[in-house]
Nanobody
């Protein structure tokens, strides 16, 4: 299984970015795709998740109303649209996939992780 995250960069506060995560190497079926982030000196935290087979996105409270997760099954790609970015959104963003047998905000739900893409929000 390979996950390739892209789309990170430097953006001013209030701006937008769209991250992409292309996935390959497994039949994803009902698997979950998630986005997590890790800021310098902090633990990795859940951002958003979605299952390939459903249209029920799930976002952390800290990003609700600003971030949107979506998927394109034909392209095996998951997106994270990030609007109204704040300084505290600065982090390395990782995409992950897994069976999602636990709660989707738990890292244990995912068994493969991408390499991460850096998002820097300047104030």
């Amino acid at each position: 299984v390979q996950l390739q995250a892209s789309g990170g960069g430097l953006v001013q506060a209030g701006g937008s970015l769209r991250l992409s995560c292309s996935a390959s190497g497994r039949t994803f079926g009902d698997y979950a795709m998630g986005w997590f982030r890790q800021a310098p000196g902090k633990d990795r935290q859940f951002v958003a998740a979605i299952r390939w087979s459903s249209n029920s996105p799930y976002c952390a409270d800290s990003v609700k109303g600003r971030f949107t997760i979506s998927r394109d099954n034909a392209k095996s790609t998951v997106y994270l649209q990030m609007n109204s970015l704040k300084g505290e959104d600065t982090a390395i963003y990782y995409c992950a996939t897994g069976p999602g047998l636990q709660r989707l905000e738990e890292q244990g739900s995912y068994d493969y992780w991408g390499q991460g893409t850096l998002v820097t929000v300047s104030s």
